[in-house]
């Protein structure tokens, strides 16, 4: 069932993206009912992921082919449903959860996932030791290890650039979309997921970026910022 689904994601992500020359800022796949049945039971095979919105799977396939991506680094494992899903996309998974009953339960589990390296502690600590063994690869960070009053957003994409500048793609979960108020996002006091708060770091990580928000077929399962070097397009 596994192997249907990515058939199935490469192919309506070749049909909905790959043709396109240029990318809409804002990718509703709310827009996209009609051409993607997502109540379909291949769909469902991976129906927790993203935050139970899988069709963003297809969006990531796209950049996986398009800019030779093939390694992932996961920051908040929680129970893994991406983490799995992912694998299934990219040939090296690396994955941080901060919650040591989280991990020993989720790790086990991903144990079964040969492509998957689990790591303990704080994102941002982990990936002062990880990043440099990654150097020079092309590298997708999946970033959703925010949550209450951790919030690593900021030093997570610091540590980043000073590896990868110019040479990955940046997705954050629970996204604040510009005039988009019907979406929730993750936000705690001062600390938010926006342009406005990660606009410095972001500086760091790329020299130019392009920028794109990808909105789930149901909106309550929150919307994903993704943004990779402007000079790859």
Not at 190 to 212: G, M, R
Request: proline share 5%; net charge negative.
């Amino acid at each position: 069932m596994f192997k249907r689904l990515i058939c199935f994601l490469a192919l309506i992500s070749s049909f909905v993206f790959a043709a396109q020359d240029d990318l809409p800022r804002m990718v509703d796949f709310s827009e996209l009912r009609p051409c993607c049945d997502f109540e379909s039971t291949t769909w469902k095979t991976g129906q927790l992921a993203f935050n139970c919105a899988p069709e963003v799977g297809t969006f990531l396939t796209y950049l996986k082919k398009a800019y030779s991506i093939n390694s992932v680094v996961e920051t908040g494992t929680f129970m893994g449903n991406t983490t799995v899903f992912l694998s299934l996309l990219f040939d090296d998974v690396y994955t941080i959860e901060i919650v040591e009953k989280t991990y020993n339960a989720t790790s086990g589990k991903l144990k079964d996932y040969p492509n998957v390296q689990c790591f303990l502690g704080s994102s941002e600590v982990v990936l002062v030791d990880l990043l440099p063994k990654l150097k020079g690869k092309r590298t997708l960070f999946y970033l959703d290890a925010h949550w209450e009053n951790h919030w690593p957003l900021r030093q997570e994409l610091i540590e980043i650039s000073k590896t990868h500048h110019d040479n990955c793609v940046i997705v954050i979960d629970d996204f604040k979309v510009p005039g988009r108020r019907d979406i929730p996002f993750d936000k705690y006091k001062q600390n938010e997921c926006s342009v406005d708060y990660i606009k410095e770091e972001l500086k760091l990580v790329f020299s130019e970026c392009e920028i794109h928000y990808i909105i789930p077929a149901n909106p309550m399962c929150r919307a994903k910022f993704v943004a990779w070097p402007k000079k790859w397009n």
